[in-house]
């Protein structure tokens, strides 16, 4: 993208005068380009600057809402401690604190212990595929299976969880079928994310089709910025991580000019 559309810019320009700003990103094909080895991936540097530079804005808080666990969202962002953060979706937060929230039932956990086993037994059927373990479920990647093999290794995946176990929560993003004993989604991380800011409009900023729920709990003059192809209920899209850097940093041109005017 050579240059950000008039429209898009004027949508910024009237965020950034808004009293409590929350910026609430996504990670992998949003701030960082996608990698065949997750823990490989590290955002852009016109990214992380643009973060950066948001998080010295007085009244503007920052967040990222992943479907990482949160482990692998701490070890690959690299940000300041004040930079808030969902992992699985919304199942785990940390809001201020070091300390990582999540409490599962023994319900809820004998589910993961039993999806865990079915899981990885349907894994070591195909090539390339394998399993990532979360708190409250699991995640069957497929990204270097043949279309093949990742189609027959979810649809396998589907059929053996739905046979053994009720209530499962199942997300499809891209080369990847993630199961879930929690139905949090990233919309319900969006909703919490406000209301612990006390935002008064928020910026969301994602690539995949799970931040399509996070899209939809926006409102008033809420900003969705969509990363990529594919069918969206953002107001606005861009091509990749690079353009939503843009983005980013314009709107923290925009938020510092408008505190350096008196009526904000």
Known sequence: MKGLPEALLDRLRELSQTPQLLVALDFDG???????????ARAIPAARAAVLRLLRVPHTRVALVSGRAMESLRLVTDLPDNVLLFGSHGVEARLDTPDTTLTLDDSERGMVEVLGLLLKGVAEKFEHVWIETKPAGFAVHT???????????????????????????????KNVLEFSVRTTNKGDAVNRLREYAGATAVL????????????AALSGSDFGLKSGPG??????????????AAVLEKLAEFRENAYQAPTL
Do not use: K
Not at 206 to 214: H, L, N, S
Not at 231 to 244: G, I, L, M, Q, Y
């Open 231 to 244: 069918e969206t209920v953002a107001e606005f899209r861009v091509a990749e991580p690079e353009d939503v």
């Open 143 to 173: 990204r270097l299976a043949s279309s093949g093999h990742a189609r027959d290794a979810h649809e396998m995946a589907l059929a053996v969880a739905s046979a053994e176990l009720d209530g499962l929560t199942v997300r499809r993003g």
């Open 30 to 40: 949003t701030l960082a380009p996608e990698v065949d080895v997750p823990d490989d």
């Open 204 to 215: 969301y900023a994602g690539d995949d089709v799970t931040d399509e729920d996070a899209f």
